[in-house]
T-cell receptor, first 113, second 112 residues
C-alpha cells in the first residue's frame, strides 16, 4: 500500500512561470490537504479537498493559487505567475475520514529564481 | 495566529535522557496530534489524543492533555540519536472543519 505520493520532489521555476504540484493520496483516502512550510517554521494550512470538491480554501491566497482533486487522477496545486516569495516546501496529506490522523507525502520543494 | 505553540523551540539533550516538549493552544479541540519531521521530509504521525483523554502511551512516547489549561506535553523517554527531528503538535478546533493547525515545532537534537 503505497503512501502519499508527491511529485516532483524538487521544482525550479523562474518568476512569472507556472508551477504544478501533484499529489496522489493513499489508496482509499478521499480527503486531501495541502500545507506550505517555510524553513524552520511549522506547516501552514492552505486547502482541504474531497473528490471534486473544495471543502475549505481559507488558507490559500486569493490570487494565483488554485487546487483541484478530480474524480480521476491526482490532486493538483497550481501556482500561476510564481514570485520568489512562493519558494517553500509544499506538503500534501491525506486521510480516510474526518478527525483522523494525516498521512503526509515527502513534499515538493519549490524554488523560484 | 497559530492555534498550537510548542515550547521550547529547540532542545538539546544527551542520548538516554528524557525529552519533554509542550504545546499550548487557544480554542477548544476535537483532538490533538503529535507529528515528527526529519529534515527535508514529510511529517509522520506519532500519536493522537482525544479531548476526553488525559494521557496516552505509545512505546517510548507519553502524551498528556489538559483541556482546562489548553496544553499538551510529549515525553520521549530514554532518547536515542535517531530521535533527532522536529516535533509538531496539531489541533483540529471544531470551528475549523477537519483541517489540522500546526504549531511552529520543537527542534530536538539528541547527542550520542
Amino acid at each position: 500500500n503505497a503512501g502519499v505520493m508527491q511529485n516532483p520532489r524538487h521544482l525550479v521555476r523562474r518568476r512569472g512561470q507556472e508551477a504544478r504540484l501533484r499529489c496522489s493520496p493513499m489508496k482509499g483516502h478521499s480527503h486531501v490537504y495541502w500545507y506550505r512550510q517555510l524553513p524552520e517554521e511549522g506547516l501552514k494550512f492552505m486547502v482541504y479537498l474531497q473528490k471534486e470538491n473544495i471543502i475549505d480554501e481559507s488558507g490559500m491566497p486569493k490570487e494565483r493559487f488554485s487546487a483541484e482533486f478530480p474524480k480521476e487522477g491526482p490532486s493538483i496545486l497550481r501556482i500561476q505567475q510564481v514570485v520568489r516569495g512562493d519558494s517553500a516546501a509544499y506538503f500534501c496529506a491525506s486521510s480516510e475520514g474526518t478527525n483522523e490522523k494525516l498521512f503526509f507525502g515527502s513534499g515538493t520543494q519549490l524554488s523560484v529564481l | 495566529s497559530q492555534q498550537g505553540e510548542e515550547d521550547p523551540q529547540a532542545l538539546s539533550i544527551q542520548e538516554g535522557e528524557n525529552a519533554t516538549m509542550n504545546c499550548s493552544y487557544k480554542t477548544s479541540i476535537n483532538n490533538l496530534q503529535w507529528y515528527r519531521q526529519n529534515s527535508g521530509r514529510g511529517l509522520v504521525h506519532l500519536i493522537l489524543i482525544r479531548s476526553n483523554e488525559r494521557e496516552k502511551h505509545s512505546g517510548r512516547l507519553r502524551v498528556t492533555l489538559d483541556t482546562s489549561k489548553k496544553s499538551s506535553s510529549l515525553l520521549i523517554t530514554a532518547s536515542r540519536a535517531a530521535d533527532t527531528a522536529s516535533y509538531f503538535c496539531a489541533t483540529d478546533p471544531p470551528s475549523a472543519g477537519n483541517m489540522l493547525t500546526f504549531g511552529g515545532g520543537t527542534r530536538l537534537m539528541v547527542k550520542p
